[in-house]
């Protein structure tokens, strides 16, 4: 039996945790995959997966092993793509999953700059709050904060980090008052990322100039990052969002940055950059890498008038299914 088809298929039963699913992508039977990991073994005098009736799994002697085989495999595709794709730089598809909060006019802004300098690549985005496996196949990368990617095996970059602040619609300030005081946020309509609400209490806790602070609000709406803003832009309250996600709204006079003085005092939202581990990556995705770290090391820009229609339409259709979820 061919060594790299048994390399293939112990990659792929370790990959997909089933002999089955790893047998339905490479296009051949259980049977087979079976057998080449049983004479892969035998050629190695090593056990490499651990078997049960409903998975398989990597043994702690293979991890290496395996790391190993996909470095080996991917350069070995990426070499047969570049022979045979020779101007896969001026095209090809990238299929990049994204986190909810980042549907904003920053993304509008990024997928516009990045089209300008790959107008031929295929970027096909898919709007993801779950978890992430950059190898079962849909994806080819990633922007998310980390807990949401399966991170064995694959390269991780920052891309930003920032504090969640207190912000509020001037038209809903003007209404009820701009509080100068964390104490005063009683007195308001707080919109709430879950994990600010303390465990089986009512109350949040927050930093004002470095000292904890308890308040009990009078009404309150908890949500993801997406329908906070969209709450927040409406005047529906004070809400608690990433810096990062509202630095625009402020910039543009949609929000206003209150307490400045104040921070919720969970730790910073992350937002990374995630893709397979491969020595050769192809040029697509290389470039896409290099752009996105320079995209997030810049000032943010306002959002061109001329930008696309259905790339706003993308964010209006988001904000609509978290509000209907």
């Known amino acids: 039996m061919d060594q790299l088809y048994m390399l293939r298929a112990f990659v792929a039963a370790t990959r997909h945790r089933s002999f089955s699913k790893a047998a339905a992508s490479l296009g051949v039977t259980t049977g087979s995959i079976s057998k080449a990991i049983a004479k892969l073994e035998a050629s190695i005098h090593t056990r490499v997966l651990h078997r049960t009736t409903r998975s398989v799994s990597l043994t702690e002697a293979a991890q290496p092993y395996y790391l190993s085989c996909c470095r080996l495999l991917e350069e070995l595709d990426e070499a047969n793509r570049r022979i045979t794709q020779e101007r ?110 303390q465990k089986d209490s009512d109350f949040i806790e927050l930093l004002e100039d470095g000292k904890r602070v308890s308040v009990f609000p009078m009404s309150s709406l908890d949500g993801n990052e997406v329908l906070l803003r969209a709450a927040a832009l409406t005047g529906t309250g004070i809400a608690t969002l990433p810096e990062a996600m ?53 000032p943010a820009q306002p959002v061109p008038e001329h930008a696309s229609p259905a790339l706003h339409r993308l964010e209006h259709r988001e904000d609509r299914r978290l509000k209907t979820a």
């Open 246 to 298: 509202v630095r625009e709204d402020i910039a543009l006079g949609h929000l206003t940055h209150i307490l400045p003085q104040c921070s919720t005092s969970d730790s910073s939202v992350e937002i990374c950059l995630f893709y397979s581990h491969r020595e050769l990556l192809p040029a697509r995705l290389r470039t896409f890498v290099d752009f996105c770290a320079e995209f997030f090391r810049a």
């Open 88 to 197: 896969e730089v001026d095209g090809g598809r990238l299929r990049l999953a994204v986190h909810p909060m980042l549907v904003s006019e920053t993304f509008t802004r990024l997928v516009l700059s990045y089209h300008a300098i790959a107008p031929n690549v295929n970027l096909m985005v898919s709007v993801q709050d779950g978890t992430v496996n950059l190898y079962d196949g849909r994806f080819d990368m990633a922007i998310l904060p980390p807990h949401l990617v399966e991170q064995s095996a694959v390269i991780r970059r920052t891309l930003s980090k920032s504090p969640r602040i207190l912000v509020a619609a001037p038209g809903y300030l003007e209404q009820y008052g701009t509080p100068e005081a964390a104490s005063e946020l009683t007195h308001h309509f707080l919109l709430l990322d879950p994990e600010s609400r």
